[in-house]
């Protein structure tokens, strides 16, 4: 589904990514775990081909990435900031997102899923930043690709949203879709999540079951199990 | 790049400054009519005035542009959009809408006061197409210039310092030049200077047409010879176009490689 050889990204003399390989099977949850600056959003972002990699190659479905957009069609991105253009109204928004992409009727059902209705006619510069993530929510899930990428998905939400998000995406995970997650917060990681990733100073350090990470750490929980990593890795 | 364009030219058409823009020019011709009764007099002056501030206005709102609408290009670059009609597409709508603003602001005032019916006509659509001509490079450079540099103060630090020199220290340099080189035959150097500034060709395209030429002394006989016939009418338009192409083709260029 996606494959990933050799992957290797530098800023300026900054090395980001530094021979990174990578293979996601299709279906299932697989979260992208990491400290801060370990690649996780230039990963995500080089499979989207926003950030073009120095060295290697990424194929999404069989499709080599490099100078390609078609395969974009296949996933829905959410961004880890929600920064929108701020004189447009939410409604114009989707409008626009689906005149440029393809129609759907799924929106509807996702604003009064997140009761954006109030919203619809408000800019998006007015909004709140939890609102907006709501709008962010909505114009990622509004469409049906077979995988979603959701680079922390949890910002800003209240309980009750981060509930429905929740079930928003075990009901993704049931269509056999394929969903990449970044995120911080480990109790949610360890929810929803299938398999882990572990990114460490631009490489895979573990792939795997949170069971197995659990296992190879020696660690009662997951929280410790991650912290151990980091501990003995920079103590 | 249809859908692109239409956005950013309605984001653009929505916005303020594109009506301060259109005010300014209707008020401008307005003006230049009432006071000068004479419509040739009148599209001298405005010459004087656009060749100006028509770069200054496209170099700033295309850096403008480009750094306000960073989001939303974020926003475009994760859907299955081609980098270059997103680019293509941000770029015609800036330098569409500035160009609409400058001819349908000058245009009206003029076409009420009976250009039709007068023959500054030819010299007032020259003036337009000039016009255009400047609006559509100035914000190509522009978007070079943002494209390049991450960072907005820089960015606009070069951006006003590319207008400088193209509007006012390269006329400098290039007096001086035949000033030092006077005792040498130099009408080919300012010919080839003349054509390398888009600045320095519109102006001179636009004071020949006028039949003024003779303000320029002897360099004003070999440019009227040149610039004169229409093999030098194609040559500058050719010019000019090189000058939207180079730019454009550099803007592609650079949007394939850079990580957003």
Redesign the interface.
Known sequence: MVSIIGLHKK?GKNPVLSGLDLTINEGGIFAVLGPNGSGKTTLI?SI?????PNEGEIKVFGENVK?N?????K?D?L?QIA??????KVKELIR??K???QNTSEDQHLVELFKLNPFLDKKLGTLSGGTKQKVNLVLTFMFDSPLIILDEPTTGLDPISLIRLKDLIQAEKAKGKTILITSHIMSFVEEVSDEIVFLLEGKIYFKGSISELKTKTNQPDFEHAIASILIDNHA | ML?ILK?SFF?LM??RWSYVYFAFYLLLGTVLLFLNNDLSKAVITLMNVIIVLVPLIGTIFGVMYYYN????T??????????SSIFLGQYLGVALSLSMSLILGLGTPFVFYGLFESSAIWDFSLLLVTGTFLTLIFTALAFNIALSNENKIKGFGYAILLWLFLAIIYDGLFLMTLIFFEEYPLDKLSLVGTMLNPIDLSRTLILLKLDISALLGYTGAVFKQFFGTSFGLIVSFVMLTVWVVLPVLRILFKS?????
């Open positions: 800023f972002k989207l081909g926003m950030v073009i100078n957009s078609n395969y974009r069609h996933i991105y961004p920064n929108f253009p701020s004189n447009l626009m997102i005149d440029l992409r | 859908k956005y984001d929505r916005s609408s960073k989001e939303f974020e926003l475009l670059l994760a859907q299955p959009l081609k980098r394939k490689r850079k990580d957003f």
